[in-house]
Nanobody
Framework: VQLQASGGGLVEPGGSLMLSCAAS????????MAWFRQAPGKEREFVAVFATQWSGDNTFYEESVKGRFTLSRDNAKNTVYLQMNSLKREDTAVYYC??????????????????????WGQGTQVTVSS
């Protein structure tokens, strides 16, 4: 399994970026795809997930990014996107995509924990600065 993240960069506060994560080697339609981020000196934290649950597919966001970040996926391209708008300095971090390779029956808190993901991509740096 490979997850290839891209799209990071330097952007001014209030600006936008779109991250991409291209996946290969897994059952993409059945896989939960998530983004985490890690700022310097901090632990890796949950950002957003497209969760594939037995009850259906659902999208969840960390509270501080709700209304600013939007997750989407293109099953034909095995790619998930994170559109980030109204970026703030505190969004500066290395962003990682992660995958859970199969559908689960767990409720949404399960998908917020990094230890529940099977595969990780390399990070992509997002820097929000003027």
């Amino acid at each position: 399994v490979q997850l290839q993240a891209s799209g990071g960069g330097l952007v001014e506060p209030g600006g936008s970026l779109m991250l991409s994560c291209a996946a290969s080697g897994l059952a993409f339609r059945e896989s939960a795809m998530a983004w985490f981020r890690q700022a310097p000196g901090k632990e890796r934290e949950f950002v957003a997930v497209f969760a594939t649950q037995w009850s259906g597919d659902n999208t969840f966001y960390e509270e501080s990014v709700k209304g600013r970040f939007t997750l989407s996926r293109d099953n034909a391209k095995n790619t998930v996107y994170l559109q980030m708008n109204s970026l703030k300095r505190e969004d500066t971090a290395v962003y990682y995509c992660a995958a859970k390779g199969f559908r689960t029956g767990f409720s949404y808190p399960y998908y917020f924990k990094r230890e529940n993901y099977d595969y990780w991509g390399q990070g992509t740096q997002v820097t929000v600065s003027s």
